[in-house]
Nanobody
Framework: QVQLVESGGGLVQAGGSLRLSCAASEHTFSSYHMAWFRQAPGKEREFVASISRSGGVTYSADFVKGRFTISRDNAKNMVYLQLNSLKPEDTALYYC???????????????WGQGTQVSVSS
């Protein structure tokens, strides 16, 4: 099991930016595909973006529309999510996840962090 700890969330105005970070405990971090999901109150957890083990392949949800960028640094056991042009509807708890299969489906990820809150005011 890999332990994941997210950070970087906060309260921003619409149009603002945040950079979320996820620190992994596992020294075999590069063996895991990584992803970000989010969950707003009263809604189901939804896929945001994923990145392959090497970082060479990324995939984002349609609603991202070029606003968010996922990246990773295997030397530091870190994965990032850059959030730009934030909208009030982006308000949610953002989770980092690690899995052995590359997927946009949350059930394919066995390891989850506790989440970091992103709140966007209008």
């Amino acid at each position: 099991q890999v332990q994941l700890v997210e950070s970087g969330g906060g309260l921003v105005q619409a149009g603002g930016s945040l950079r979320l970070s996820c620190a992994a405990s596992e020294h075999t971090f590069s063996s895991y595909h990584m992803a970000w999901f989010r969950q707003a109150p009263g809604k189901e957890r939804e896929f945001v973006a994923s990145i392959s083990r090497s970082g060479g392949v990324t995939y984002s949800a349609d609603f991202v529309k070029g606003r968010f960028t996922i990246s990773r640094d295997n030397a530091k056991n870190m994965v990032y999510l850059q959030l730009n042009s934030l909208k009030p509807e982006d308000t949610a708890l953002y989770y980092c996840a690690a899995g052995l299969r590359y997927s946009a489906y949350p059930g394919m990820y066995d390891n989850w962090g506790q989440g970091t809150q992103v709140s966007v005011s209008s």
